[in-house]
């Protein structure tokens, strides 16, 4: 009787102790997993002005297609638009074109080098409908309820909090106002490392959190990026 007691306890503690190893080793492989993920969405780092020539490249309309965006967008004269995180201001002075003397184009960048460099671009030019926006990580200083539409090119990857960031956007938007984000795909040649871009999908989820819907997901239009485009949610 007590050597059946002492055998059961053995087994007892045994499958304790595999019980134990078990629920730890899943535990440590749920934080490592989810520690590259964090590594691969965010990596607190800014695309830097000394590579402006990337951005400034003259065949980077080929596989850009910037006019083919506009054109998926709608961008037409008299419209309101914000180019968030503009850079060199590349898609800036097409947007400018586009939505002519009586709209406007918000170019916001959290870098004053950025917003420089656009300035430099501009001088001796008859613009008069682009304002410059010197914004920070949280804030994308955009007047509220004013925008038609509101670009992210190759930006997103770069905020730091996002979900917090859109919802800001999203105050800045018109009741049926538009927001596009413009990402590097995982396949493409040519881009930031692959462990800072991001998944469609974790995309779209942040932004339904930030208060967006789904209206158009073009993966193929561009060679190298997927480009979604949001409505705010009612
Ligand atoms: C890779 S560059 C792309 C520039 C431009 N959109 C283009 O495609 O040519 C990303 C830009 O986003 C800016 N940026 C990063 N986080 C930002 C934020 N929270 N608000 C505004 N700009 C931001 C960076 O300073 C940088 O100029």
Not at 161 to 186: M, N, T, W, Y
Not at 204 to 231: C, D, V, W
Request: with cysteine; proline share 6%.
């Amino acid at each position: 009787m007590t050597l059946r007691i002492q055998i059961m306890n053995q087994s007892l503690k045994r499958n304790l102790k595999m019980f134990l190893i078990l629920a730890v080793s899943f535990y440590l492989c749920i934080n490592v997993y989810a520690g590259e993920e964090i590594k691969r969405e965010r990596p607190g780092k800014l695309f830097s002005p000394s590579k402006i020539p990337l951005l400034e490249d003259p065949a980077r309309d080929k596989w850009q297609k910037p006019e083919e965006i506009l054109n998926v967008l709608d961008i037409k004269k008299g419209q309101f638009v914000a180019d968030i995180g503009a850079g060199s201001g590349y898609l800036t002075v097409k947007l400018s074109e586009r939505v002519g003397a009586a709209g406007r184009v918000y170019a916001t960048d959290i870098q004053q080098e950025m917003l420089d460099y656009i300035n430099k671009r501009l001088n001796n030019k008859e613009v008069n409908n682009i304002t410059l926006v010197l914004s920070n990580m949280d804030d994308p200083k955009l007047p509220a309820g004013s925008l038609d539409t509101a670009i992210l090119l190759s930006t997103y990857h770069e905020i730091a909090r996002p979900v917090d960031f859109i919802k800001k956007v999203k105050l800045a938007l018109k009741p049926q106002g538009k927001l596009a984000v413009l990402e590097f795909s995982d396949d493409s040649p040519i881009g930031p490392p692959l462990q800072v871009r991001l998944p469609e999908d974790l995309v779209i989820n942040e932004l339904k959190q930030a208060g967006f819907s789904l209206l158009q997901r073009h993966t193929f239009l561009l060679p190298y990026q997927y480009f979604l485009i949001f409505a705010p949610s009612r």
